[in-house]
């Protein structure tokens, strides 16, 4: 009799490995620049090389598939970022660099998922909220490090963590995000230098 456990899991890295295939063949036809309202279910699967009812057996609907492409397109990007984070005292302005030069190729390498995730956040209230509350669950742990270091003494006590945490946040990602829609590559560096600057003043360094 076969293991319960061991189809268990098959059935996950199964899973698994539909989910991949369709999330990679939508980065694709994005890449390629087709508006994320313009890819039909049916491209989609074709695109993914799996049928149409595979498709939804993982997806309700192409807003789930953009809200869980969202969350393992920025994994790695927020990911990051709260590293740095995670430093806390041993944090450095050229560890910060390197940090925010990282978030920049994220974003480069998955431009075409997080600008649907912008196109749809317009009218698509599911979306929207997810992409709200998982910039603003970056933004609490920024908050959290600004309060510690005014209660250590190392911020001034006029600044307000939480104003500057969301400015520090949601003005990286829109910054970073126009910059990358903009600019081939060329301007990366300076970039980099530019929020690493910001940012670390901003923070107390």
């Known amino acids: 009799m076969a293991s319960v456990t061991r189809k268990s899991k098959t059935g996950r890295a199964r899973r698994g490995t539909v989910e991949r295939l369709v999330y990679d ?15 039909g279910i049916q491209r989609i699967a ?16 192409k807003t789930d598939l953009l809200i869980r492409l ?4 920025t994994e790695e990007l927020f990911g990051v970022a709260e590293r740095w984070l995670a430093e806390g005292a041993d944090a450095t302005p050229d560890s910060l660099r390197r940090a925010v030069a990282e978030v920049i190729e994220q ?17 698509d209230d599911g979306v929207a909220s997810f992409w709200k509350t998982r910039i603003e669950r970056f933004a609490a742990l920024v908050e959290r490090r600004l309060v510690e270091a005014r209660d250590g003494g190392l911020l001034d006590p006029s600044v307000d963590p ?15 995000a126009q ?3 903009s600019d081939p590559g060329d ?11 910001a940012i670390w003043h901003a923070m107390g360094g």
């Not at 074709?46 to 939804?56: K, L």
């Not at 969202?70 to 397109?73: F, Q």
């Not at 939480?162 to 970073?176: D, P």
């Not at 301007?187 to 690493?196: I, K, M």
């Open 25 to 39: 063949a939508v980065e694709r036809l994005l890449a390629d620049g087709t508006p994320y309202t313009a890819l």
């Open 46 to 61: 074709d695109e993914a090389g799996v049928a149409r009812s595979s498709f939804y057996l993982h997806f309700a609907d």
């Open 70 to 73: 969202g969350e393992s397109s």
């Open 107 to 123: 974003r480069r390498r998955h431009a075409g998922a997080l600008a649907a995730l912008d196109e749809v956040a317009a009218y």
């Open 162 to 176: 939480r104003t500057t945490s969301r400015w520090i946040a949601w003005g990286t990602e829109r910054t970073v």
């Open 179 to 181: 910059h990358v829609d």
């Open 187 to 197: 301007g990366d560096a300076a970039l980099a230098e530019t929020l690493t600057r």
